[in-house]
């Protein structure tokens, strides 16, 4: 399969071209499971960052974005999705090259971006304030809803297309311009989805894509004062550093990070279903996932058969080439993750958690895979309980009450989402209630919808993405206030006051 991958060039956008790097500088990226260079992009630095933040500004400043009819930004955005659905293949090819995640997942992937296009189009004509005619005869209050203004968007490696349309077409219904950096790894899509957003009619400058490191230009951009808010989806250290440098202008800031995402799963459940969803939940996107369903918290009645299952299961799981179409877990996206995933599975032998099922690297010809993993036995203060692994890996938990259920489920520092698997509706509700994160699945994982919220509780960021809630985070609130009639001057004597 590798000796056709073929190495793509690619540019950057700025203000309406297409152009290297000022200083010439390039980068490439290797297919994690082939071993072989899938891409060439710009190396960006401060200069054409810059330039790109100059020209969104412009954009925005002196339109017409901002205030084109809602009726026409909302056309360009259908025509995005059009576009997105009609290259929906090679968009996928792409993404499965340079991420290593299974091809068919990655065309889901598509589809469901050209979706998130499709609903944000919809609410360039649904944005809208508020009125208040109660403030007396002489007063009236509007409440306008503005576009933020210039919005960075940083985006990491695990889907890379999804991630940026759950941020960018909702920033350009409401009327804001962008500039994008996508992680260095999987550039590729989202630069191609600037290629069809640019043929699909958006104007000159409204979005603008420079690729390179994080350090290099991430930084700069959510330093810079001209960029008005930074949305940022990544790990939860980076995000941290995102929020230092946005302190420069104190810009908005809109952060989607990580998750150790518990699955509960109580005796009374639909235990075939509930396998099927634990083993999909913790392997889908070969575990990098913010959603990962990474640990399982199994009622002790049930805990050893059901464990026993989800291991046999997992045995099942086929690894391997992402361009196979049969592949459920394709390959680990870089050495580094792949170093990590081993020493936080070391960490939980070390810390005597049972080790039944995989532990290291697959021993393959050419490419970075990882085995299927699971440990039970797990303590909540154990790192595999704690941390984010992001890899193959689930650590089994048990359980005996559902209070001790959610106490467990809340003892780490994330609150990203949480699956509850029972046919008890007030377990399902009262689960609901206790566990302390953005997104609960009952008796489903990993669903989403582009109406429902989604963001993360505690150390799992901060703001929603998603529906009508997205353009809080894209617009800023202006209350006017008018006044009918002559107004009572500051001059004239207040009845019961004296004058001194
Ligand atoms: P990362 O934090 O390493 O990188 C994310 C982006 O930040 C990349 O574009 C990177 O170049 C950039 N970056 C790196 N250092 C920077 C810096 N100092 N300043 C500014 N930008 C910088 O994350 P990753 O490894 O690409 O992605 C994995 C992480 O993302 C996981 O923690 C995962 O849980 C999280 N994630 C969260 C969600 C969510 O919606 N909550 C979704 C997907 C991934």
């Known amino acids: 399969m590798s000796s056709a991958i073929t190495v793509r060039d690619y540019q950057n956008l700025i203000d309406g071209q297409w152009v290297a790097a000022a200083d010439g500088d390039t ?3 290797v297919s994690p499971a082939h071993d072989v260079v899938v891409g060439r992009y710009p190396s960006a630095g401060v200069e054409d960052l810059g330039r790109a933040v100059v020209a969104a500004r412009r954009a925005f400043d002196e339109g017409p974005w901002p205030t084109m009819p809602g009726v026409e930004r909302a056309r360009i955005l259908n025509r995005v999705a059009e576009a997105i659905r009609a290259n929906a ?14 091809v068919t997942q990655a065309h889901d992937e598509v589809v ?3 979706d998130l296009w499709e609903y944000a189009a919809t609410l360039c004509r649904h944005t809208y304030g508020d009125t208040y005619n109660t403030l007396g005869a002489s007063m009236f209050g509007m409440v306008l809803r503005e576009p933020v203004g210039v919005v960075g968007m940083i985006t990491p490696w695990n889907f890379p297309l999804l991630i940026i349309s759950q941020k960018l077409p909702f920033a350009l219904a409401v009327g804001c311009t962008a500039v994008v950096k996508p992680a260095e790894i999987t550039p590729g899509t989202t630069l191609r989805l600037a290629q069809l957003a640019q043929e699909a009619g958006l104007p000159e400058g409204v979005l603008n894509v420079v690729t390179g490191p994080g350090r290099v230009i991430g930084t700069p ?18 995000g941290r550093r995102v929020i230092e440098a946005s302190k420069s202008n104190l810009k908005k800031v809109e952060l989607e990070l990580g998750g150790k995402n518990p699955q509960l799963v109580f005796a009374d459940a639909d235990l075939d279903a509930a396998l099927d969803a634990v083993v999909y939940g913790v392997y889908f996107n070969m575990g990098e996932c913010c959603n990962s369903g990474s640990r399982l918290l199994v ?41 990590k995933i081993v020493e936080l599975v070391d960490s939980g032998r070390a810390e005597g958690a049972d080790l039944l099922l995989g532990g ?13 993993t699971v440990f039970a036995g797990v303590d909540p203060a154990m790192r ?88 809080d985070a ?8 008018m006044h009918l009639g002559p107004r009572t001057s500051w001059w004239m004597p207040r009845p019961g006051v004296a004058p001194r």
């Open 221 to 238: 951009l959510a330093a810079h004062p001209d960029v008005d808010m930074i949305s940022f989806t990544g790990s939860t250290d980076v």
């Open 299 to 339: 009622q002790r009645s049930i805990a050893d058969e059901f464990t026993a299952r989800v291991v046999e299961r997992s045995r099942t799981v086929p690894v391997g080439d992402p361009l196979d179409p049969t592949t459920k877990v394709g390959a680990i996206a870089t050495d580094e993750q792949l170093s």
């Open 112 to 114: 469901s971006s050209a």
């Open 360 to 372: 290291g690297r697959l021993a393959t010809e050419r490419g970075r895979f990882m085995a299927p």
């Open 474 to 481: 894209f617009t800023e609130l202006k209350s006017v206030q």
């Open 89 to 102: 293949d090679d968009l996928a090819y792409v993404e499965a090259l340079e991420s290593g995640k299974p």
């Open 384 to 471: 595999i309980a704690r941390e984010e692994i992001f890899g193959p890996v689930l650590s089994v938990l048990t359980f005996d009450t559902p209070e001790e259920a959610a106490r467990i489920a809340n003892a780490t520092p994330f609150g990203l989402s949480a699956g509850v698997w029972t046919r008890d509706l007030d377990t399902a509700i009262g689960m609901s209630r206790a566990i302390r994160a953005g997104t609960i699945w009952v008796n489903t994982f990993l669903d989403g919808y582009p109406e429902l919220p989604f963001g993360g509780y505690g150390e799992s960021g901060i703001g929603r993405e998603f529906g009508r809630f997205s353009i």
């Open 27 to 29: 980068f490439e990226r």
